[in-house]
């Protein structure tokens, strides 16, 4: 094995900038705001959602359908619990910031209900209302896990988690539904 000499000068060190503690809390500070005003927004959204999800259920013609959006109905009112819960981990009273994104999407659902017929094409405009309801949740809380992550809140890392593990069963138990309801012969029957 040959043996290599290197002088320092052929040695180059990785230029690092370090951050003064005043520039890190500022950093921390901003994004704690952030937090607190996604974890509001997130605050309305699952308050919001209780009402229009029961809506989703009385509207909906498909026995599993009902059955899944009931049981996520009852995660949705825990999701509710947890929120408190983050908003009292981090000292602060829950407040809700109502959500323009989530308005639209809740909006747009209650208009696929209205002017779908009974049967597969409300059922199938439920999941894809429903779907989208939760690509959105998923986004959100998939972001605020990496907010409180790096914030260092660990209880809220653990229930923000929890919460997004059944945004995602959920979307994918809708998926499920739709594979089996919208079908040619489903839609060509009704």
């Known amino acids: 094995m040959d043996n290599i000499n290197l002088n320092s000068a052929e040695i180059e060190s990785p230029s690092v900038t370090y951050s003064t503690g005043y520039e890190r809390k500022l950093r921390t500070t901003q994004i704690m705001k952030l937090f607190e005003n ?8 699952e308050k919001a ?6 809506k989703m259920i009385d509207n ?29 981990d981090i000292h602060k009273t829950p407040v809700t910031h109502k959500c323009d ?8 659902a209650e ?37 409180a992550e790096t914030l260092e809140l660990n209880r809220s890392v653990e229930l923000l ?10 979307d994918n138990k809708l998926t499920e539904i739709a594979v089996r309801l919208i079908s040619k012969q489903n839609i060509e029957s009704n």
Request: aromatic residues 6%; contains cysteine; charged residues 30%.
């Open 38 to 45: 996604e974890l509001g927004d997130l605050f309305w959204i």
């Open 49 to 54: 959602l209780t009402k229009v999800m029961q």
């Open 60 to 88: 909906t013609h498909n026995t599993e359908l009902r059955k899944a959006i009931s049981s996520h109905l009852t995660d949705t009112e825990n999701q509710v619990m947890r929120i408190e819960q983050i908003f009292e």
């Open 101 to 108: 994104a989530m308005e639209g999407l809740i909006k747009e």
């Open 111 to 147: 208009v696929i209900m209205k002017e779908c017929d009974e049967g597969s094409m409300r059922d199938a405009g439920i999941i894809s209302a429903a779907q989208k309801v939760e690509h959105y949740e998923i986004a959100t809380y998939g972001t605020l896990r990496h907010m």
């Open 161 to 170: 988690q929890k919460t997004l593990d059944e945004e995602k069963a959920a």
